[in-house]
């Protein structure tokens, strides 16, 4: 049996990132970044498996802060190189 059964049965909430996204970030992303470490806290506690269905939930919010991670380490690696002209 997955976790997310497990939880369902015992009618734990679980928060879904997807719906909140919007109303949770600051302009930085910062708050998101603190969910996704505690949720890497509480898988890790949890030993939450991969291929349980509880890692669909918050997926689609972590992909597009990653994204964004990736686009601001781009921007400054691109400030960097006009800063050593």
């Known amino acids: 049996m997955h976790l997310a059964s497990e939880l369902d049965e015992l009618e734990v909430p679980v928060p879904s990132l ?13 708050s998101l970044l603190q969910m996704r470490d505690q949720w890497n806290d509480l898988t890790r506690f949890l030993n939450l498996p991969p291929a349980d269905p509880l890692w669909r939930r ?5 992909n ?3 994204k ?14 006009l800063l050593r002209l």
Request: aromatic content about 6%; proline content about 6%.
């Open 18 to 30: 997807d719906g909140h996204l919007a109303a949770c970030l600051l302009p930085d992303g910062g």
């Open 58 to 62: 918050p997926s689609r919010a972590f």
């Open 64 to 66: 597009w802060l990653a």
């Open 68 to 81: 964004q991670e990736r686009a601001q380490a781009t921007e400054m690696e691109h400030q960097n190189a």
